[in-house]
């Protein structure tokens, strides 16, 4: 078990407006963990500046040793971790299947984009029948399975994953967190970004307690669903 | 061969993309073009389709440039004018090598190395305005980026007017011709080589623009900034580099326009002031950021211009497609073919 992903002490911010204060954690090859927090805790904050699309004003991120805080989106991506946003951030005005070749933007060899393409057809059925449908006219569920796909077409080591619930049917939650399962399957690390509590312990190894922009709590998620505090603030116990 | 059953479902789909707003205004512009040419002559429709497809490639530049990033450009004219200048200059120059060594490739090269050469000027100087002027704001705030970046185009607007001013003079510097072949007669109508020349130009123009960004990588991946720059960043895309690509090509193809018009409008400082409200004319129009309909809008606005100018005479030409823009900002400020699915070659 080595660390995959190791974040220091960072501090981000928005302009003069301070979001995260000294946030620490790590995540470790194969695992699945959970960040979990009320509204405007600072979790999307979190991934943002893993992805680069935010720079710490303070601190390190190191990914397979190597040191990306501050880095572009593209070059992070470049790196191996994915990143599924909160709004999805798909390209409205193409198809399907264009935004999946999208996806695989750094992927060179045609082999691999062919049978990254595969897989997400055969992870996501309903993707390959809206093939050629563009995608700003899916629904919510829908979009939600193609960002994941997109983001599993450049083959990343990590997956940022931001509120997949979010908006969505019940049972249409049980499908997205069923193909977050087969990512696992295939080796892909998690970092699972969720208002819903109860849902990502549930499934999650481990769980960090994420409020008003610092960690307050860091437990097996087992524990975590048995924790006084996270019972009564989140689970309305 | 097309099966029946295939062939007539296309025909239903051609229809009823015909009675959309879109159709409509494509329909009526080449019935009014053809009336126009019954009534006054075919020179009409010469003139529309040669000097409309240089709006249309102008009017593509434009709205590129805003569609993937929301540069309002108001120094597009001076674009136009550095292509002008400097085929003027590579013609004179290759002109006078011509003169001293005759008989060379150089004599039938020139008209291509003036075209060519003066597009990868514009080009270069696009590059340059996005690394010293538009990166430089980006990086300190994107706060009312669209005024702000406006008025920066204002400035380099002014710095490339005064610069060829002050390094070249106000005197007209144009061309006879581009080149030595005779008028070609094509219904009733003499037309010169040259304007034959600069359309097809122009066509293939619009042709290898259409498919780069339609099939290349490169295109895709400036489609896909001007849809959603956070998601380009995701997967991978380098928005510094696309950024300075999307500025070459717009201003490529403005200085493009302008050096192809050369032996139609001499180059002079502030030349850029026309061909800059017409681009603008046809983008708010069609609805801006869209550049697949930028190419039509051109033909369009070119029509009424010329028509505007045959029957009302010279100055009244800005006046109707300025009566346009008002209409089409009270009625559906979108533009004609505007929609609600961004993008900037989708419609």
């Known amino acids: 078990m080595n660390v995959l992903l190791d974040v220091k002490n960072i501090d981000v911010g928005y302009g003069f407006l301070q979001v995260l204060w000294e946030v620490s954690f790590t995540i470790e090859t194969g695992e699945y963990v959970c960040l979990i927090g009320p509204n405007g805790a600072g979790k999307s904050t979190t991934l943002k500046s893993i992805m680069g699309l935010l720079a710490p004003k303070k601190g390190d991120i190191l990914f397979k040793g190597e040191p990306i805080a501050g880095l572009s989106g593209n070059k992070v991506c470049q790196k191996g971790i994915g990143y599924i946003s909160e709004g999805a951030n798909l390209f409205t005005g193409m198809t399907v299947r264009e935004n999946l070749l999208m996806g695989a933007y750094t992927v060179g060899n045609r082999k691999q984009l062919k049978e990254n393409l595969d897989f997400v057809f055969t992870l996501f059925p309903r993707l390959k029948e809206r093939e050629k449908q563009l995608a700003g006219t899916m629904s919510g569920g829908e979009r939600k399975m193609l960002a994941i796909g997109r983001g599993m077409m450049a083959t990343p080591s990590l997956l940022l994953v931001d509120e997949p619930s979010l908006g969505l049917a019940p049972l249409v939650t049980n499908d997205v967190f069923k193909a977050l399962d087969v990512l696992r399957e295939k080796g892909v690390t998690l970092l699972l970004v969720e208002q819903n509590a109860v849902k990502a312990l549930k499934v999650t190894n481990r769980g960090y307690v994420l409020e008003k922009g610092k960690i307050v709590l860091h437990e097996k998620s087992l524990d975590l669903a048995k924790n006084d505090h996270v019972k009564t603030v989140f689970l309305g116990v | ?347």
């Open chain 2, 1 to 347: 061969m097309v099966p029946v059953h295939r062939f007539r479902s296309m025909l239903y789909g051609a229809l009823a993309n015909i009675r959309s707003a879109a159709g409509i205004t494509i329909t009526l512009t080449i019935i009014i073009a053809i009336l126009g040419a019954i009534d006054k002559g075919s020179y009409i429709i010469v003139n529309t389709i040669v000097t409309g497809g240089m709006w249309a490639i102008m009017a593509m530049g434009l709205a590129l440039l805003f569609g993937v990033m929301n540069v309002a450009n108001f120094a597009h004219g001076e674009f136009f004018m550095v292509g002008a200048l400097a085929a003027y200059f590579i013609m004179t120059f290759s002109g006078q090598y011509v003169a001293a060594h005759p008989g060379t490739w150089v004599a039938g090269a020139a008209p291509f190395l003036g075209i060519f050469g003066a597009t990868i000027v514009g080009s270069l100087f696009g590059a340059v305005c996005e690394v010293l002027v538009f990166r430089q704001l980006r990086k300190r705030s994107r706060e009312q980026w669209v005024m702000n970046v406006f008025i920066l185009t204002l400035g380099i607007s002014v710095i490339l007017t005064n610069g060829h001013q002050l390094l070249f003079g106000t005197g007209y510097k144009g061309i006879v011709k581009y080149l030595d072949l005779p008028s070609i007669s094509i219904f009733q109508t003499l037309i010169s080589s040259d304007r034959i020349f600069v359309f097809l130009l122009g066509m293939a123009a619009i042709i290898v623009f259409w498919l780069f960004m339609k099939f290349s990588k490169t295109g895709r991946a400036i489609r896909a900034v001007s849809q959603d720059e956070t998601g380009a960043l995701m997967v991978g895309i380098d928005l510094n580099r696309i950024q300075i690509l999307t500025l070459a090509i717009s201003s490529a193809l403005a200085a493009f326009s302008g050096a192809s018009l050369l032996f139609m409008f001499p180059a002079y400082p502030t030349m850029g002031m026309a061909p800059l409200y017409n681009s603008w004319f046809v983008v708010i129009v069609v609805g801006m950021g869209n550049v697949g309909a930028a190419v039509i809008g051109g033909f369009i606005v070119a029509l009424f211009q010329i028509l505007t100018t045959v029957y009302f005479g010279e100055g009244w030409g800005f006046v109707v497609p300025s009566a346009l823009i008002i209409l089409i900002l009270v009625i559906k400020p979108s533009g004609i073919f505007g929609s609600s699915v961004r993008g900037v070659l989708e419609q």
